[in-house]
């Protein structure tokens, strides 16, 4: 995958306009070349009306560069998706709408946060790989604030104003794969049985620290490692990293979670995680492009004869 800006500078050559962001579309959706999705031509007329829309030479099918991507029938230019596309991949922590508003000098704060609500949409990949390998499992609670209180706790409610999230992390050798996070209703072993068979493979090896919700897990390998609460960090040290991590995220950058928006601040943080050694495939998601040519290494990774 071609390198990304390093610099608002470097963007600015890169992407100097519209017609340049729909060129790098078009050599991402066809890398060899066009192909008619109707009839496997692949001669197009680029119309005059606009770059993002070819006509096939043959059967005149127009295919539009953007279809299936979040910039569809947007009517905001294609610079300013990219643009804004590149801010939130390149800011490690995430920008708010406020300042995107800002930096991009756009007319209106909703506008803004319409944009970034699509990019955030983006960020789960439908079609994602489970996770493989040697997996840690683990749950944990996240305090959340009501409508008006700051920190707030409905007397009451299960788990006291904290939501339950289940947690998946992977290990490749001494350092962490890849992550998911996701809100569950209870610990019942049907919950996390449910989370275990979203989120991992069949045939992955589970780790857990015993908990009796993971004693019927099926079609994973579980190795469940009892030592006793205190010590839960130190035999799945990876989920409980991500685990902090995620909650002093949510504090710094959103100053505490909202319980309606959980599972998409989980999303954005699994987002930046799973895609922190490579931004441009993060910049490629956010416009709604699948990775679909990925490294030859992590080809190999999920071979699994
Ligand atoms: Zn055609």
């Known amino acids: 995958m071609d390198e990304l800006p390093r610099s608002l500078a470097e963007f600015e050559r890169r992407f100097p306009d519209d017609r340049a962001c729909a060129r790098w579309l078009m050599a991402r959706r066809w890398p060899d070349g066009f192909r008619c999705p109707g009839c496997d031509h692949d001669r197009a007329w680029e119309l005059s009306r606009g770059l993002l829309v070819r006509q096939c030479a043959r059967c005149e099918r127009q295919v539009s560069v953007t279809a299936g991507t979040v910039m569809h029938r947007s009517h905001l230019p294609l610079k300013l998706w990219f643009q804004a596309a590149w801010l939130v991949a390149t800011h490690s922590n995430g920008i708010s709408a406020r300042q995107l508003w800002k930096q991009l000098g756009l007319g209106s704060y909703k506008t803004a946060w319409l944009l970034l609500a699509k990019l955030r949409r983006a960020m789960v990949d439908p079609e994602r790989e489970p996770l493989f390998g040697l997996v840690e499992v683990d749950e944990t609670t996240m305090p959340f604030r009501g409508r008006d209180d700051p920190v707030a706790a409905k007397p009451g409610r299960a788990a006291d104003g904290k939501l339950l999230i289940a947690g998946a992390v992977e290990i490749r050798g001494k350092r962490p794969g890849r992550a998911r996070l996701q809100?569950?209703?209870?610990?019942?072993?049907?919950?996390?049985?449910?989370?275990?068979?979203?989120?991992?493979?069949?045939?992955?090896?589970?780790?857990?620290?015993?908990?009796?919700?993971?004693?019927?897990?099926?079609?994973?390998?579980?190795?469940?490692?009892?030592?006793?609460?205190?010590?839960?960090?130190?035999?799945?040290?990876?989920?409980?990293?991500?685990?902090?991590?995620?909650?002093?995220?949510?504090?710094?950058?959103?100053?505490?979670?909202?319980?309606?928006?959980?599972?998409?601040?989980?999303?954005?943080?699994?987002?930046?995680?799973?895609?922190?050694?490579?931004?441009?495939?993060?910049?490629?998601?956010?416009?709604?492009?699948?990775?679909?040519?990925?490294?030859?290494?992590?080809?190999?990774?999920?071979?699994?004869?």
């Open 183 to 305: 809100v569950i209703q209870d610990y019942a072993a049907a919950t996390l049985g449910a989370f275990v068979a979203a989120s991992v493979v069949k045939g992955a090896v589970v780790v857990s620290d015993g908990w009796s919700g993971y004693r019927t897990l099926k079609d994973v390998k579980h190795d469940p490692r009892v030592v006793g609460a205190m010590a839960a960090h130190v035999v799945l040290p990876w989920v409980h990293r991500v685990f902090s991590n995620s909650k002093r995220w949510a504090l710094g950058v959103y100053h505490g979670l909202r319980k309606k928006h959980l599972q998409s601040y989980l999303d954005e943080f699994v987002f930046r995680f799973n895609r922190r050694r490579s931004p441009p495939a993060a910049f490629a998601r956010l416009l709604g492009l699948a990775a679909r040519h990925k490294p030859t290494t992590y080809k190999m990774l999920i071979s699994r004869a």
